[in-house]
């Protein structure tokens, strides 16, 4: 199960997000605008953790939790607003496509791994592709397989937030190259998956 399937029973603890942004005036696509500048810090803090110094990990790693977070309440506060509608999804997932690319690209520039960070974003963007292309052939959208974009965001932040104390090369890669390897197999293996299942449920 992925993290995504979780979002329905974490609802109450948005409440009072989602009521303060109303409170504000802040509407949902504004909150999506926001998390999606929260990716590209993140992506500038992972540069500068493997290139300045590792204590800006700890910084990046915050601000992909909080890309995460935000990206939850948007949806929520649309609800809260009755404003939902096709064109604030479609904003939406944009966002969060291009997000996971800058996040992606800002750790392969910091460790200078530009091939490993080919392979995960690819492997990211086909595994997004593959759960809303379900949708757009007659099936509901797909979130499961190994892993979907809320699992993903918590192992970046969780690695981002190791890669400061946890220096040094390990098998010729460092803790960040590493984490570019997962994303890139467990993002392929993930697509394919949400590949067969759709496959299997179309015939």
Request: proline residues 2%; glycine residues 14%.
């Amino acid at each position: 199960m992925t993290l995504d399937q979780l979002r329905p029973y974490v609802s109450r603890f948005l409440d009072p997000f989602v009521e303060g942004f109303d409170r504000i005036g802040m509407t949902p696509d504004g909150v999506s605008v926001l998390a999606f500048g929260m990716a590209i810090l993140a992506a500038v803090a992972f540069v500068l953790g493997g290139r300045a110094d590792p204590i800006w990990y700890v910084g990046a790693a915050a601000l992909v939790f909080l890309n995460g977070w935000l990206d939850v309440i948007d949806g929520a506060l649309a609800r809260e607003q009755d404003v939902a509608s096709a064109g604030g999804d479609l904003l939406d997932h944009v966002l969060d496509r291009y997000a996971d690319i800058v996040i992606i690209g800002g750790l392969a520039a910091g460790v200078e791994s530009y091939f490993l960070g080919f392979l995960a974003v690819t492997g990211v963007v086909m595994t997004s592709y593959l759960g809303t292309q379900a949708q757009a052939v007659g099936l509901e959208r797909v979130y499961g397989g190994l892993v979907g974009r809320a699992d993903r965001l918590a192992i970046i932040g969780f690695v981002g937030f190791l890669a400061y104390p946890i220096e040094g090369t390990y098998g010729g890669l460092t803790l960040v190259g590493w984490l570019l390897v997962f994303l890139a197999v467990v993002g392929h293996l993930t697509a394919l998956q949400r590949f067969f299942y759709s496959w299997t449920a179309l015939e």
